[in-house]
């Protein structure tokens, strides 16, 4: 990782999320910001390759940011860093394209050992962000769901799904389904891909009947 | 005489049905007899005498004049065709033989059924009779029969005259041919049989037009009033005033004196006839449920014209004036009926056949009117057609005031009906309000909770992270973790909804298992699979079962040096239960003989208490522990 951003207004915490993923990405730049509009006057002047965005800032939402990431470099990893665990406040977020979240109070190690298995390609999933993934994609299929252009998931995807929102750990449906503890960290990576392709999808047509497309 | 023959039947003692039967026929014919003895009294001894001729000159005198110009006339006598001039009076005279009526000794009389428009009698240069004041203003008698009764000693046997003056008004001064002057035929004879002529006459042509113009008046301002007071039905006040203005046209029959001259008299009544007019076609048109503007405009303005235009022709031209105005008039109802009529044939078929018959005994009244004046037609069939309007006018007054009346009802029963649909309503917008106001209590609830859940996130969340990875202090770190830890699940309690069971176990296993793999402990749970757990949990009560769930969890990883922890959870009798084991090296007793409170083994009681539970330890050193938190389901395990 060489550039990220860091989005935090509260000061102590950020510097002290600054010092954690300096020790996890030793060589890399990091821009923080304390406020939305600085962080997107930042995505739109340099590229970066992961971004920690907190959620409640003074100016807005973090969803913003994640947003403006996806649209203009989709490479971005966003990885969402909060005080919030409910999915009231993640659902939009990962909506919005972020490749997973981080709780703030969570002990130096675990944080740090959650960022590498993100930056490596391993994103968690909690049994209720399952649940709400499966309920979405459920209404999406729906026969009056109007004319998306069809994201559905597939069979291993919704079976990983199901099992996360009973409560099994990822390496527990690894065993059970036979597969690699990577494979299972695919299928959740193309999970959260396709929420957000739906979401962006689903969020256009809605604009569209709102008629902010009629130019 | 009869009677004697019947009594004298000489078979009295039939039997009994037959004598029944011949007392009938007994009584009827004595019946029969009474009443032909009686016209046998009646009849006159003296034969009447018709006078079919007169000796006629016209002269407005004291007596018959002794002029040249007298010549024989044909009765009845009409003045259009004998008297064409303009004539104000004429002096008949008869002259005939009466044999034996002065010995008689009977009452005389003298019938005439119609001097125009009034009469003086003389017989033998005696008078005995005047009908009216024969100079203006002149006693308007036309329709009204004369009777005068004499004594017989008053004649002659040979060579009586008779002379009658009559006063009256040539044709063209009236309105209508029937108040032209003219003298029907006399009738001359005892007075017994005259009289019942008389009486038959008097009534139809003066009675009974006395008795229905009282009733169309009555019956007229009635239906007035009620379309008066009632705007809508504005074809009341107009049949009301057809009604009244009828009844005005009907009085011609029997009012004789006026204090104005005759001629404002004719012209009142040809006036009348615009304002019958005005309101027969107003009322044709509103009852058939029209209003048109020219009409309404129309109307007034004829009854303004017509009275200027017989001005302008003169008290000469009064009479032909009138007629071609009746004719205007006349032309007028019919095509306002006919419309009417139409109308009602296709929307309202019953209205039509009253209508229709009304209308019909209109046009024949006018039929027989006009060939009445053209032909000799007996009186009475005269008489009747001029009744008949006026009582079928009645008949269909009759029916709208029932009509009202029904209306009336049925207009009450609306009202009740609406006023039992008010409260209905009232009722329903009282409960929806009621509704309404629970609804936005709960909003504002749920909005308040969601304000504070923020407040405490951004302000005590943050102040809680910033010690959390700020302090030097590891337990201060600890403690100020497990604060916001319990904050987000205070959160979750204050703002959260009903939790699904089998959601809830998810979550528990979720953290459970993670959490002791990550401490290298050897994890099992066991729990019902989904098609078993259609219960849901209440926010408060998945919050605190969380909490001592974590606390279990942490009293093993750091305090038990367990190798192995299983957890079951079971629903069973109507409790919610959650068994926790560990093969650790169980909690130390404290002195007073209570466990360790360091491992939080208190306030897990304590939270099992609050939602009407119990969480029991057992543990003993080398036996591990094993924690038995059990809930009532109904109070916190709702079915789904």
């Known amino acids: 990782m060489k550039t990220i951003l860091l989005l935090e207004d509260l000061p102590e915490i950020r510097s002290w999320l600054k010092s954690l993923v300096t020790q996890v990405f030793p060589n890399a730049q990091i821009v923080e910001c304390a406020r939305v509009h600085d962080a997107l006057a930042q995505v739109t002047a340099q590229k970066f390759e992961l971004a920690l965005v907190d959620l409640g800032l003074p100016d807005g939402s973090g969803v913003d940011v994640v947003t403006a990431l996806r649209e203009s470099q989709p490479e971005a990893l966003s990885v969402i860093v909060t005080i919030h665990d409910d999915d009231e406040h993640l659902f939009p977020a990962l909506q919005a394209g972020a490749y997973g979240y981080i709780l703030k109070e969570q002990s130096r190690e675990l944080i740090t050992e959650q960022l590498q298995r993100i930056s490596q390609g391993e994103p968690p999933l909690s049994p209720s962000i399952a649940r709400k993934v499966i309920a979405y994609f459920a209404a999406q299929n729906k026969p009056q769901a109007n004319a998306l252009p069809h994201v559905s998931l597939t069979e291993r995807e919704s079976e990983v799904l199901l099992r996360v929102a009973k409560g099994f750990t990822l390496p527990e449906i690894g065993v059970q389904l036979g597969l690699s503890r990577h494979t299972i960290a695919d299928y959740v990576k193309q999970i959260y891909r396709k929420l957000n392709v739906s979401s962006r999808a689903e969020a256009a047509l809605e604009a569209q009947r709102l008629g902010l497309f009629r130019r | ?505 998810g979550d528990w296993r979720a953290e459970v298992m993670s959490r002791l793999s990550q401490a290298g402990v050897d994890g099992h749970w066991q729990a019902p699979t989904e098609e078993d757990v259609p219960q849901v949990l209440s926010a408060r009560a998945y919050v605190q079962t969380t909490r001592i769930l974590r606390e279990a969890v942490s009293n093993i990883i750091k305090h038990s040096g367990a190798s192995r922890c299983t957890v079951r959870c079971t629903i069973a009798k109507g409790d919610f239960q959650l068994i926790v084991q560990d093969n650790g090296k169980g909690i130390p007793m404290e002195l007073d003989g209570r466990l360790d409170r360091g491992h939080g083994m208190a306030s897990m009681k304590h939270r099992a208490k609050q939602l009407q539970g119990q969480c029991l330890v057992e543990s003993g050193p080398g036996y591990g522990t094993v924690i038995r938190l059990t809930l009532p389901i109904d109070r916190h395990v709702a079915p789904a």
């Open chain 2, 1 to 505: 005489m009869l009677h004697n023959r019947c009594t004298a039947n000489p078979n009295p003692c039939r039997p009994l049905v037959n004598r029944a039967r011949w007392l009938c026929l007994r009584m009827t014919v004595w019946l029969l007899a009474v009443a032909s003895a009686g016209l046998v009294h009646g009849a006159p001894t003296t034969p009447s005498l018709r006078f079919t001729q007169a000796l006629a000159v016209a002269a407005d005198t004291e007596w018959f004049p002794d002029l040249p110009r007298a010549r024989s006339v044909q009765l009845p006598d009409d003045w259009a065709v004998t008297h064409p001039g303009d004539v104000s009076a004429v002096w008949y005279r008869v002259s005939f033989d009466a044999d034996g009526a002065r010995d008689s000794g009977e009452l005389m009389a003298l019938y005439i059924e119609r001097a125009c428009s009034s009469v003086q009698v003389l017989l033998n240069g005696k008078l005995i009779h005047v009908s009216g004041r024969l100079t203006e203003p002149v006693s308007r008698n036309c329709q009204r029969p004369q009777l005068i009764a004499f004594s017989g000693a008053l004649l002659e046997p040979r060579n009586n005259q008779l002379d009658l003056k009559v006063a009256g008004f040539p044709v063209h001064r009236v309105a209508s041919h029937q108040r032209a002057g003219g003298l029907s035929v006399v009738e001359l004879g005892p007075h017994s049989a005259l009289v019942a002529k008389h009486r038959w006459r008097t009534a139809f042509a003066v009675n009974l037009p006395q008795v229905i113009t009282g009733s169309l008046v009555l019956v007229g301002s009635l239906i007035f009033a009620m379309g008066w007071v009632n705007r809508a039905q504005s074809f009341l006040a107009y049949y009301g005033a057809l009604l009244i203005g009828w009844a005005l046209v009907l009085s011609r029959q029997w009012v004789s004196d006026m204090p104005w001259p005759n001629a404002s008299s004719e012209f009142l009544l040809a006036i009348l006839a615009s304002f019958v007019t005005f309101a027969a076609v107003q009322f044709l048109m509103r009852y058939g449920g029209e209003r048109r503007r020219w009409i309404d405009i129309g109307l007034p303005v004829q009854c303004a014209v017509m009275p200027l235009s017989l001005m302008v022709a003169g008290p000469q031209r009064l009479h032909a004036m009138a007629t071609f105005w009746y004719l205007v008039l006349a032309l007028q109802i019919a095509v306002a009926a006919v419309h009417y009529l139409r109308k009602a044939w296709l929307l309202r078929r019953q209205q039509f056949w009253l209508m229709a018959a009304l209308g019909g005994a209109m046009a024949l009244a006018a039929a027989l009117e006009f060939i009445a004046q053209q032909f000799a037609l007996d009186q009475r069939v005269v008489d009747a057609a001029q009744l008949l309007p006026p009582l079928m006018f009645m008949g269909l007054g009759l029916r709208m005031v029932q009509q009202y009346g029904r209306a009336l009802h049925d207009a009450q029963q609306d009202r009740l009906e609406l006023e039992r649909r008010v409260q209905d309503a009232a009722v329903q917008i009282e409960r929806n309000f009621a509704q309404l106001a629970d609804m936005k209590v709960e909003q504002v609830t749920e909005r308040e909770r969601k304000r504070i859940a923020a407040d405490l996130h951004d302000d005590l969340g943050a102040k809680l992270l910033t010690i959390v990875h700020t302090s030097d202090n590891e337990r201060i770190s600890t403690l100020a973790r497990e604060a916001l830890e319990e904050m987000r699940l205070s959160v979750r309690g204050l703002t959260g909804k009903p939790v699904p069971l089998l959601n809830a176990l």
